[in-house]
């Protein structure tokens, strides 16, 4: 094993790309649902499919990326040229929310459908060499954990940033087209800015570890034939599905189920600062314990917290806010576990030169999850016979039923599917033993 220590400079760096992913992974999952149905006046159904489209796009498009990345790294020495061609990601963002004046019902989701394909492709040319890094440096398993909480904590500080932000920039409790629009400049601009830093990161890492390659070139999906890759992948679309449908959730469960718009920002807040303290708590422990073992804790912790916000109104707003919390110290787990968890995989592998048909496929999995939270949480409203458009008052009972539903029992079920397909999981146990020797 390489015991090399990473420069905390570099680290820095590279993490700092993490705070403009963390825009885009979290305005869209948080407000486009909500501002499709209710300021577009888009239909349940019809505004999760345009969601969900354009990220079953992503599965095809993604792995394709990989194999570009993969290419680029063989033909250039490096993955810069697609990462800075992922920057243009500011773009689309933008367009996701200037949806034109005379825009809505099926003509405005077609428009977010079309900016969201654009979007997608884009980020996904960031998203993949980005995370290819840890797997391109000669670095070790616990040295991938450390790094990859470098990530964790400013991906945090991203999603918390963009996530209190973006409702107060929309309008806050009454969000309007040009509200969207303005939040979508501000925060695209912060995204672009961020991204950027993080191609600088990614060099400065590449120079201080240098990993000697094997001539052969990239295998296409080589990552699909991999025993280990495939229950940690499927069990990771699982666990990003139920982050997804809860960040989705959150402004339907405040206004229809509490009453409260404005809580909004306290649930998110609550989700994500404690992920934010809790991540070198998960570093640590995955040191004494290993990757696996303190994934399946934290995903059993997150069951035992959607469990609590099932009972919705009645709990009351302290015990639900303090669920929320416990939410997010499960959310940090399973973001920093799994992407630490997958260059360690692609080292297993003995193919190195492949690592960006691995991130590919396995950032396809995240976007399709991103879509599926979204669309999962669409159907829960169609099931209740949500009334797009109309006030809490106008919502019949059965909605309000679902929307508490959605927000608890459904993601606690997802994430015991995510448990069940985690544990065939069997690398874990042998490279942490070699680790520790």
């Known amino acids: 094993m390489d015991?090399?220590?990473?420069?905390?400079?570099?680290?820095a760096a590279f993490a700092t790309g993490s705070f403009g992913m963390g825009i885009w992974i979290t305005v869209p999952g948080l407000l486009l649902l909500y501002f499709l149905t209710d300021v577009l006046a888009v239909a349940p159904l019809l505004a999760g499919t345009a969601l969900l489209v354009p990220k079953i796009a992503d599965v095809v498009l993604h792995p394709w990326v990989g194999t570009v990345s993969d290419a680029g790294l063989?033909?250039?020495?490096?993955?810069?040229?697609?990462?800075?061609?992922?920057?243009?990601?500011?773009?689309?963002?933008?367009?996701?929310?200037?949806?034109?004046?005379?825009?809505?019902?099926?003509a405005a989701a077609g428009w977010v459908a079309v900016a969201f394909v654009a979007g997608n492709l884009l980020f996904a040319a960031y998203q993949v060499p980005y995370l290819s890094t840890p797997?391109?440096?000669?670095?070790?398993?616990?040295?991938?954990?450390?790094?990859?909480?470098?990530?964790?904590?400013?991906?945090?500080?991203?999603?918390?940033?963009?996530?209190?932000?973006?409702?107060?920039?929309a309008g806050r409790e009454d969000p309007?087209?040009?509200?969207?629009?303005?939040?979508?400049?501000?925060?695209?601009?912060?995204?672009?800015?961020?991204?950027?830093?993080?191609?600088?990161?990614?060099?400065?890492?590449?120079?201080?570890?240098?990993?000697?390659r094997p001539r052969s070139g990239p295998a296409l999906l080589a990552a699909l034939r991999d025993r280990q890759f495939r229950p940690l992948a499927a069990s990771y679309l699982a666990m990003s599905t139920t982050s997804h449908l809860v960040l989705a959730a959150v402004p339907y469960y405040t206004e229809y189920e509490l009453g409260r718009p404005r809580l909004t920002t306290v649930l998110v807040a609550a989700f994500l600062a404690p992920a934010l303290l809790a991540t070198p708590a998960w570093v640590a422990?995955?040191?004494?314990?290993?990757?696996?073992?303190?994934?399946?804790?934290?995903?059993?912790?997150?069951?035992?917290?959607?469990?609590?916000?099932?009972?919705?109104?009645?709990?009351?707003?302290?015990?639900?806010?303090?669920?929320?919390a416990v939410l997010g110290v499960a959310?940090?787990?399973?973001?920093?576990?799994?992407?630490?968890?997958?260059?360690?995989?692609?080292?297993?592998?003995?193919r190195p030169q492949s690592a960006g048909s691995y991130t590919g496929v396995w950032t396809a999995a995240d976007s399709l999850g991103g879509a599926l939270g979204p669309y999962v949480y669409a159907a829960c409203l169609a099931?209740?016979?949500?009334?797009?458009g109309a006030d809490a008052t106008a919502q019949p009972a059965s909605a309000v039923t679902w929307i508490r539903l959605g927000f608890g029992a459904v993601p606690a079920a997802l994430m015991l599917a995510a448990i069940v397909l985690q544990r065939r999981y069997r690398l874990d146990a042998s490279a942490s033993t070699r680790a520790a020797v």
């Open 135 to 169: 797997a391109d440096l000669a670095i070790g398993y616990h040295e991938r954990t450390r790094l990859m909480g470098f990530r964790m904590v400013v991906l945090t500080v991203g999603i918390l940033a963009s996530g209190l932000a973006a409702p107060l920039l």
């Open 3 to 11: 015991g090399r220590r990473l420069p905390r400079g570099g680290l």
């Open 331 to 350: 959310f940090a787990a399973l973001q920093l576990l799994p992407f630490s968890m997958l260059p360690d995989v692609v080292a297993a592998s003995g």
């Open 285 to 324: 422990l995955a040191r004494r314990w290993g990757k696996q073992r303190g994934l399946l804790l934290a995903q059993a912790v997150f069951v035992a917290g959607c469990a609590v916000l099932a009972a919705g109104a009645a709990a009351g707003v302290a015990v639900l806010v303090a669920a929320v």
């Open 383 to 388: 099931l209740g016979g949500f009334v797009a």
């Open 176 to 212: 309007t087209r040009a509200g969207y629009a303005t939040m979508a400049l501000v925060l695209g601009g912060l995204m672009l800015a961020a991204m950027l830093a993080g191609v600088a990161g990614v060099g400065r890492l590449a120079a201080a570890a240098p990993l000697e």
């Open 74 to 106: 063989a033909r250039h020495g490096s993955r810069r040229r697609l990462l800075l061609a992922g920057c243009a990601l500011v773009l689309p963002f933008a367009a996701l929310f200037a949806v034109p004046a005379g825009l809505s019902g099926p």
